[in-house]
């Protein structure tokens, strides 16, 4: 948004320099750009009136041409060609410099004496258009000087408006800014029209096929216009915010756009089968072509302005080739309507068509507006192209927006705004943004009624936002950041899952994070028996995200998946995250848990990765760094027990138990991935997969273990090796040496797992070794072959085991 400086103060007045309003602007949340100037200085340039024009007798393209300026008659050659005598126009002389630092003087063009320049808009430094002279009122005595007509250059603050405020995409818009920020009141141009004998429903129909895509559609007829160029005043303001000047009458549409933010567009009546307008969808294999002379092929989403027999234009975007206005135009009809902004963003997206137009449709509109629009636009038009206003207008308003009120508590601006505002300023600060403000259900609050062009203003904490905005955001005080200590409040769940995540990562594990919603096909394929547990929401935004997760599983399969489909074959990742679910009872759930995904020879050196993968392998190494974790939370070794898990391979699975004071507590299970599920991401090599509950794991990680004397005694160690059955388990060999373990054992590990037919069919021989230490003094043989034996003796006889002594 380009807002010329003299342009606004016609709105409201303020002393500030551009330079301080664009600073207070900025403080208030709109982004200033630049300041830019239009213009020149115009010393030693005048008002020259064309007395003859004629061909340059040694160039075809140039003209040579007498000027009156003023007291003087002067020679100048000319390259335009969009004037001609009694015309008048800018003339530069010999000592006055152009807007690209050119300094005119003197001299002689292909033998012709010129004695100054012509000048067009760009030499001006009013836009970038050299395709023909400036023509200047014809009333302007020649010999004035210029700046007089043109005035000092024009300081143009470029503005970035954010999408939430369509409102500030006009001067008016702006304006209302200003005067809030600096206390002043707005001062809004008349709106008044003399209207017209001949009723307006003798001279156009207006039917609105779509109310959804145009919610309001207002029509005024004009009799009698003369299409001239635009009043100099209005031609400069537009080129200044950077519109080109056209006509009278498109100017004044323009004018309005930049004034109110209303949209406008002006057909000639003649143009328009039957004086009908039907706003409608296009119809499929619709054409047209734009006011920029391109043919465009229209689909049934886009919205359109017909006449009874074809479109007319792109509703809210531009007008169409053949009804628009000509240099004979003199009945027109001047549209002014609010249309639906997704739509018409579409449209634009779709034909890459952004004019000023869509551009503020696409944005958001007040409905109320339209009117305004068009009778501001009806008045200048009856002022400035000398035309008459059919009786009435025509006004399809499909349904009032609803008026919206909001409730501001004064406490709630002070806490949150760290300021202490007085309930007066509050009010004055809510009534200078032309809210309407009444006292509220209890004395420290008010009643807000939203105007329908703040759009943005939905909900209390928008109100505070506006107060802070006018207040001034460099007002604000700056604290320092502060934590807040509750009484009885315990992080330490917190911080010990902080805790946990630096474990797995120093093991070599990577952090993945999902979304908490899965699909239910995925769901299915790890387990679709449990499916009355699932809690699936009622209005998903996608089917692939419309159950809250009940484990973390199926979501780390997934990533390992997208993985090895982008060739990477080796990863270690883990996610700690929320599962859901729902109870027999119908009662909803929530916990912590961790998932461990490991694919590839991640546990390997380089020099051993060749070697083929075994599900040994990958079952291991994942008990590996679960004994890992639970040494360093403070849990001892987990104990494990074979399970039936659906989505893992037969024979792979285990449920997890922790030891915590006398009884085991489950708290996850691990397994190898179902060769089945795996083919699903096309997964031909083990995947090893552990999920437990986070809690149970953390609890004592806080814990500061006793300190122990480091032992002055040497040790002794022993070996056994026991036959057993071949289904009989490391947990039971080892609950019944802890059973019976003296004081004096210190250390117990198995080293050997042996098979062969040697030992029997059906056996296999469990290898153990044992560390002794007395704490008190050194032990003979003697003493740890007595202590042995009776361990030996008590597995041996509880599982009918023979003994290989070594």
């Given at each position: 948004m380009r807002v010329p400086i003299t342009w606004l103060r016609d709105y409201v007045q303020f002393d500030a320099s551009p330079a301080e309003l664009a600073d207070r602007l900025t403080f208030s949340g709109l982004e200033i750009e630049e300041i830019d100037t239009i213009g020149v200085d115009c010393r030693g340039m005048v008002v020259g009136e064309v007395l003859s024009v004629g061909p340059h007798p040694d160039a075809d393209d140039l003209q040579l041409c007498r000027l009156s300026a003023g007291r003087d008659t002067v020679q100048v050659v000319c390259g335009a060609h969009n004037f001609g005598p009694s015309d008048k126009v800018p003339l530069a002389l010999p000592g006055s410099t152009l807007a690209d630092g050119t300094l005119i003087r003197k001299g002689s063009i292909r033998g012709q004496a010129s004695d100054g320049v012509l000048c067009a808009e760009d030499e001006l430094g009013l836009s970038d258009d050299h395709s023909g002279l400036l023509l200047l009122p014809r009333d302007i005595p020649a010999g004035t000087p210029l700046a007089e007509i043109l005035g000092s250059p024009e300081p143009v603050l470029v503005i970035e408006v954010t999408p939430n405020r369509p409102d500030c995409l006009s001067m008016i818009g702006i304006a209302r800014e200003v005067a809030a920020l600096y206390g002043k009141k707005l001062k809004l141009p008349g709106i008044a029209y003399p209207r017209g004998k001949k009723p307006i429903a003798e001279m156009a129909k207006?039917?609105?096929k779509d109310p959804a895509l145009c919610p309001r559609y207002t029509a005024r007829a004009i009799l009698g216009a003369t299409v001239d160029h635009g009043p100099l005043w209005m031609r400069l303001r537009l080129l200044q915010a950077g519109i080109r000047a056209i006509n009278n009458i498109v100017d004044i549409t323009n004018y309005v756009l930049l004034e109110c933010g209303q949209p406008l567009h002006a057909f000639d009546r003649r143009f328009l089968s039957d004086n009908t307008i039907i706003v409608r969808r296009a119809k499929k294999n619709d054409k047209?072509?734009?006011?920029?002379?391109?043919?465009?092929?229209?689909?049934?989403?886009?919205?359109?302005?017909?006449?009874?027999n074809k479109p007319v234009a792109l509703a809210g975007v531009m007008g169409g080739a053949g009804s628009e206005i000509r240099d004979d135009t003199t009945e027109v009809l001047l549209e002014s309507a609010c249309f639906n902004p997704t739509n018409i963003r579409r449209t634009s997206a779709t034909l890459g068509l952004s004019t000023e137009s869509s551009y503020r449709f696409e944005r958001g509109l007040d409905p109320n507006l339209a009117d305004w629009g068009s009778k501001r636009a009806t008045s200048l038009l009856i002022e400035l192209a000398g035309a008459t206003a059919a009786a009435g207008s025509i006004d399809v308003y499909a349904g009032k927006p609803r008026k919206k009120t909001i409730t501001c508590r004064f406490s709630n601006v002070r806490d949150l705004l760290g300021v202490e505002l007085a309930d007066s300023r509050i009010r004055s600060i809510l009534k200078s943004l032309e809210l309407q403000v009444t006292p509220g259900k209890t004395k420290d609050s008010c009643s807000v009624s939203i105007p329908t062009f703040r759009l943005d203003l939905e909900?209390?904490?928008?109100?505070i936002e506006e107060i802070a905005r006018i207040h001034g955001l460099d007002n604000l005080p700056l604290h320092a950041p502060r934590g807040l200590l509750v009484p009885g409040a315990d992080d330490s769940p917190v911080r010990a899952v902080y805790s946990c995540k630096s474990m797995l990562a120093g093991l070599g594990l990577t952090e993945i994070m999902n979304y908490s919603l899965v699909s239910e096909r995925i769901l299915d394929l790890f387990d679709a028996r449990a499916a009355a547990t699932r809690i699936v929401l009622p209005n998903p935004i996608s089917m692939d995200q419309s159950v809250l997760r009940p484990s973390l599983i199926p979501q780390m399969v997934s990533s390992l998946g997208h993985n090895l489909s982008r060739q990477i074959d080796e990863a270690a990742l883990f996610e700690m995250g929320r599962v859901y679910r729902k109870t027999k009872a119908g009662k909803l759930e929530e916990a912590e848990h961790l998932a461990i995904g490991l694919m590839g020879n991640i546990g390997r050196s380089p020099l051993d990765k060749r070697r083929a993968l075994t599900p040994e392998d990958s079952f291991l190494w994942l008990k590996g760094m679960l004994c890992s974790l639970c040494t360093r939370l403070g849990i001892g070794n987990p104990?494990?027990?074979?399970?039936?898990?659906?989505?893992?391979?037969?024979?792979?699975?285990?449920?997890?138990?922790i030891s915590d004071s006398a009884k085991p507590v489950e708290v996850g299970f691990a397994g190898l991935l179902s060769k089945a599920i795996g083919k699903e991401w096309r997964m031909n090599q083990p995947v090893a997969l552990l999920e437990v509950d986070v809690l149970p794991l953390v609890k004592h990680v806080f814990d500061v273990p006793a300190a122990r004397m480091l032992p002055i005694y040497p040790s002794i160690q022993r070996d056994m090796a026991i036959i057993v059955p071949k289904l009989t388990k490391n947990e039971e060999v080892m609950t019944i040496i802890k059973k019976n373990s003296p004081l004096e054992l210190t250390a117990v590990a198995p080293f050997d797992i042996y098979e062969h037919e040697g030992i029997g069919a059906g056996k296999k021989s469990l290898a153990y070794a044992f560390t002794y230490r007395a704490p008190d003094h050194t032990l003979t043989d003697e003493e740890a072959n007595r202590l042995h034996s009776v361990i030996r003796d008590k597995v041996a006889g509880e599982l009918d085991a023979e003994v290989r002594e070594r």
């Open positions: 207006v039917e609105v047209m072509s734009t006011l920029d002379d391109l043919e465009r092929a229209l689909s049934p989403e886009m919205l359109v302005i017909a006449d009874s909900i209390e904490a928008d109100l104990v494990l027990e074979q399970a039936d898990l659906s989505w893992a391979e037969p024979g792979t699975a285990v449920k997890i138990a």
